[in-house]
């Protein structure tokens, strides 16, 4: 007897009760397998009908043409000679299950129904089907007559049953039972099932394949065996997407697998195994061997043949392949577009119509569509008879006519663009918009709908005999948020007018898909107008984060290369005024981050959170970067505006599912949408909390004066003493007279030298998005700081200029000429402006009570003026540094760092600070620490907090003293190395 045999399992692009062409891709499905050698064509879940009939299951004429469907495959000619399961509603005994069917020539093995159901997320199979209870057991199963007509079987297996050839057994598994703890492939595998069979309906997530491949790994990695994984491919109907993948796995390796996104209707993946292997991985196992022998026994189905290879002696077998994963850059540029083209195919329908706005989520969309022309370009060039049809019915074209055969060209030929523009839009959104069109190749149109909107609002004016006006031209909120909806509302309604006419307009056929472009965040949030461009009748990006749109939008910027002027913008939503002190933006409009809303969002749905719970886990996943009082603040304002705007998910455009928490209220995310928003319990038991905590805080800080500064640091001079021994400072050390001077300082992280663009994220208050420059692009700065600060156009730093007549220990000027690199921060353009204008600021704005950071927020955001805020900031230093002598008095200037000098990166300062006796050389003074710094002083890479003090302004000084030294030494550029691009912080301590 041999020991190879050839396996396929499938990837079918069913659709929901289209039972002809079901047929059609389950017969050529056989036919390919039979091509590639195989003896078990194996298939996915409700093939026959299509897994998104839904409520069509409960009807009986979907149980009557499953049944005829599956007649037609028993006297197939194609369906001879190799065995086959299906997938199919069966009902037995009045109650409808979920089956698999087995068959092999004209005969019905074994009829085996699903054991769990799968009854989250999108998934409602419970509605429709019954679970089968009686493990290991079977019963007999009364067959149609126009089955047992073909098979002349009266009766078949049905229940919880096996399948045993001459050579071999074989099991069975339906989608979820992959994914519950107790999974039946482990009691058949120490049964002696050697064959593990897996018919699937797993739709598509980001980033979901990992836990797949993992699962069936597992599945054979401890008992061992072959485990078959076929899956559905495509739109059935839904808004998901079923991502295909079919895979073969044995002894926890994978040894084939297909396609993740595909055009392709029908795929069929094989491997040829050995069976001996799976045997010989067993026996190896004696703890598996007691198991077994004490292991309930599966009622069998006996097939007189065999499913491998009579001379397979020569013959290759499979090796382990390495999974290809995508990143979900290029998930986002297949999945979408996969969908989309299924559902303009299905849908008869002419094309898409997009409102091109020039920001990130229209252009994504915009993308999408670019991308999804590219694959049917491809597909169309490899000679896919399907995708050419389908593309002759969307065009209209004959079959004697030409098609377009690159990306662009079919984009230009299906594809309208639209840019909607107010009074209130920019000339760059429109140019960005015009610009990314023309390079995907759609069909674009620029209009202005200020006549629409004023129509509407003459019409208002003459019921009321009064105007609204904007909030900025003196309007309430109401009047505001009014003026806005009307001109977004608009907008949806001139969209549809142009997706229904623009084909006639251009002597075309049929009309237009109009497209929306929500991401999930702003739906989340409620951050949009109901029934304005969000409504639409499909969105590819609906369950989509901004954060991802991002990613993808980088991505796809090679190819469409505007994108990058896209990414610079700023998101805003162009609905209101733009004035001289104020610019719309969405994150200030939503009062959160993009970031804030994924991190809400996933603990809303995936974590399964409410208000209190949230909170609670916010508390520590936000330590470092907002207070109690003001994590608390930011949990009520996403429930209270996310209860606010739920009703607007009840009528939220179908959308392509993506993310694990999408705020879907048709079926993925079932809530109310009418809710108390003031939430008057949960935020009490919120504000209980913070109460406690604050109170805790409080009483730590009386009763431990550390909490409030560092613990004093005991410094033992071990040479050279430089100041007395009561810990005054010595008027020669420069270092210690501007700590003297400053009695708070704040040194903050910096970035590395070889990034072009990133986010400083929390490393204090207001930390802004900066640019810093190579050291290649940095100049040496003249001894005048003020004008090279003018005139410089790179990124600056704090510097904090010493006093000229200060010397070091050697009665010479310091290296730094005068001035000392503080807390290294880069600024932009505006807060450099800021900092010139405001250079007779005394040092002291760096104090913990008035941070710079705070102060150039308030400067950037126009919250306060110049004038205030240097009155301020002199108020609160006055009492610190009053007892300085007016010639040790400093002010505050940008600098450029000196050339070479690299940008350090990675701050972590508990791990150079912390520990006892470490002994640091610092030139001609050894410092000893004998006391840590505790880790509540150094979180990460918040800023560290070095106090003035009786103890700590020797530490402080030296500190600075050698800070100075080490910036102050040019150091080659090395962008490669992790090591070079260590910490300022780690290179200030290091011994000399």
Known sequence: MGRKATLACCSLNQWALDFEGNLKR???????????????????????????????????????????????????????????????????????????????????????????????????EMRWFTPWTKLMQTE????????????????????????????????????????????????????????????????????????????????????????????????????????????????????????????????????????????????ASLSRGMQTAQAPSYPRSYLNAAISHRSSLTMACNSTINVHYHMPEEEISLGPPCWLWDYLRRSKMSGFFLPLSGGIDSSSVACLVGAMCKLVAEACRRGNRTVVADLRAVLGAGEEED?????????????????????????????????????????????????????????????????????????????????????????????????????????????????????????????????????????????????????????????????????????????????????QTDEDDMGMTYAELSVFGRLRKVHRCGPYSMFTKLLYMWKDKYTVTETAEKVKHFFRCYSMNRHKMTTLTPSFHAESYSPDDNRFDLRQFLYNNTWSWQFHAIDQEVSKLESQSRNISANDPSVSRLPETDVRDVSDSQGDTQGNVSPQDSSDAFVTAVPHQRIYPTLPSDTEMTSLGSHGEGAVSVKVDSPKDVKQPSSDSSTAAESSSASMFITAVLPQNSSGEDGTKPEHNGRFQTALQPLDELTRRSLVEAKDVPGSILSPTVPVNYALQQLSEGKKDRATIRKELAEMCSEKIGRTSQDQEFVLQPQMPPEGVQLASHISPHEVLSGYEKQHQLGKRRVQFETPIPKRYCPGSEPLLLSSGSATTRTSSAVHSFASQVRAQPRAHTASSKKQSQSWFSKLFRNK
């Open 403 to 583: 098609l377009p055969t690159t990306g662009k060209e079919i984009c230009r030929a299906l594809f309208t663009t639209c840019y909607m523009g107010t009074a209130n839009s920019s000339q760059e959104t429109r140019e960005r918009a015009c610009k990314l069109a023309e390079q995907i190749g759609s069909n674009h149109i620029s209009i202005d709908i200020d006549e629409a909107v004023s129509a509407n609002m003459a019409i208002f004016g003459q019921a009321f005999e009064q105007m609204p006006k904007f909030k900025v031209h003196g309007g309430s909120s109401s009047e505001n948020l009014a003026l806005q909806n009307v001109q977004a509302r608009s907008r949806m309604v001139l969209s549809y007018l142009f997706a229904q006419l623009a084909p006639w307009a251009r002597g075309g056929r049929g009309s237009l898909l109009v497209l929306g472009s929500a991401n999930v965040d702003e739906s989340l949030r409620g951050y949009l107008t109901k029934y304005d461009c969000s409504s639409a009748d499909i969105n590819p990006i609906g369950g989509i984060s901004k954060t991802d749109l991002r990613s993808f939008c980088k991505y796809m910027a090679p190819d469409y290369p505007e994108l990058n002027n896209i990414l610079k913008a700023k998101p805003t939503a162009e609905l209101e005024p733009i004035t001289d002190s104020h610019v």
């Open 26 to 124: 389950i017969l050529e499905s056989i036919k390919i397998a039979k091509e590639k050698g195989a003896s078990y064509r194996h298939g996915p879940e409700l093939e026959i009908t299509g897994y998104g009939c839904a409520d069509h299951f409960l009807e009986s004429d979907t149980l009557l043409h499953s049944w005829q469907v599956l007649a037609e495959l028993l006297q197939a000619s194609e369906a001879e000679g190799i065995v086959c399961d299906v997938g199919m509603p069966v009902m037995h005994k009045n109650t409808r299950y979920n089956c698999r069917v087995i068959f092999y020539n004209h005969e019905i093995l074994l009829i085996r129904p699903k054991f769990y159901l799968a009854m989250d997320g999108n998934y409602r």
């Open 140 to 283: 007999d199963f009364l067959l149609p007559k126009i089955i047992s007509d073909i098979t002349g079987q009266y009766v078949t297996p049905f229940g919880d049953g096996v399948v045993a050839t001459l050579d071999t057994c074989i099991g069975y598994e339906t989608c979820e039972e992959l994914f519950v703890g107790n999974s039946p492939h482990i009691a058949m595998g120490l049964d002696g099932v050697e064959i593990i069979c897996n018919g699937s309906g797993s739709h598509y997530e980001l980033r979901k394949l990992y836990k797949r491949v993992d699962l069936i790994k597992s599945a054979t990695s401890k008992a061992g065996g072959v485990y078959m994984y076929s899956n559905l491919i495509g739109c059935d109907g839904e808004r998901v997407y079923y991502d295909g993948c079919c895979m073969i796995a044995m002894n926890g390796e994978i040894l084939a697998q297909g396609s993740q996104f595909s055009l392709e209707e029908v795929e069929v993946v094989t491997a040829t195994v050995d069976l001996e292997d799976v045997r010989s991985y067993r026996g």
